[in-house]
């Protein structure tokens, strides 16, 4: 099966300028996830999407990030204005049951897009 | 809350070396437990996974884990190690896997 599609993979832009990413999930994933890894830090989970609703965006910056995933299946994550400290890499993960017997779900990750604010 | 402590920043070991990645959680209730490798640009795979049962966890490419509930601790194992396996490792803890909390990772170097 095709794996978790992101794009851009890298982009340098300066602070106060936006930025959006766009993500492909799994075909049959109805959970989307959205992470920031930022140098030396392991992934953080930024929002969470069940089919088109937000789950859970507590960890969302409300003030410069916003996320929509209007028909259940592809995202964008934004950045608008955006500042130093954004420089990460935004991952995409999508999740589905296992194929065994525990019926946990486990994420598959795109291969994220790395941003650098300047 | 939850937390998920890597000691280790950086190993180097040669390749054939066994090799054993320390991680150690915090977490009020029954874990689930996972291990993910990323490697240079390149997402996070998981490795192996631990929900309940037998608490020695046999993952792909070789790894596998075992779960101390008395040392909250889920370290990773490989007998010998191939110059491949040279990438950043994520131990994460939570009860959901998209909602668990990482690491910040163990960077291995494979000596030849």
């Known amino acids: 099966e095709a794996g978790v599609a992101q794009s851009p993979r890298y982009k340098i832009i300066e602070k106060r300028q936006s930025v959006a990413f766009w993500c492909n999930p799994i075909s049959g994933h109805a959970t989307l996830y959205w992470y920031q890894q930022i140098l030396g830090q392991g992934p953080k989970l930024l929002i969470q999407?069940?089919?088109?609703?937000?789950?859970?965006d507590s960890q969302l910056p409300k003030d410069r990030f916003s996320a929509e995933r209007l028909k259940g299946v592809d995202s964008t994550l934004k950045i608008q204005p955006a500042k130093l400290e954004d420089s990460a890499v935004y991952l995409c993960?999508?999740?589905?049951?296992?194929?065994?017997?525990?019926?946990?779900?486990?994420?598959?990750f795109g291969a994220g897009s790395r941003l650098t604010v300047l | 809350a939850q937390s998920v402590t890597q000691p280790d920043i950086h190993i180097t070991v040669s390749e054939g070396a066994s090799l054993e990645l320390r991680c150690n959680y915090s977490?009020?209730?029954?874990?689930?437990l996972f291990w993910y490798v990323q490697s240079p640009g390149q997402g996070l795979q998981l490795l192996l996974k631990y929900f309940s049962g037998d608490t020695l966890v046999q993952g792909i490419k070789g790894f596998e884990a075992e779960f101390k509930r008395s040392q909250s601790s889920f370290n990773l194992r490989k007998p010998s190690v191939h110059w491949s396996d040279a990438a950043e490792y994520f131990c994460?803890?939570?009860?959901?896997?998209?909602?668990?909390?990482f690491g910040d990772g163990t960077t291995l170097t494979v000596k030849p």
């Open positions: 993960a999508s999740s589905g049951i296992q194929r065994d017997n525990s019926g946990a779900n486990v994420l598959t």
């Open positions: 994460a803890v939570g009860r959901n896997a998209g909602k668990s909390t």
């Open positions: 977490y009020g209730a029954t874990p689930y």
């Open positions: 999407f069940q089919n088109n609703g937000v789950v859970d």
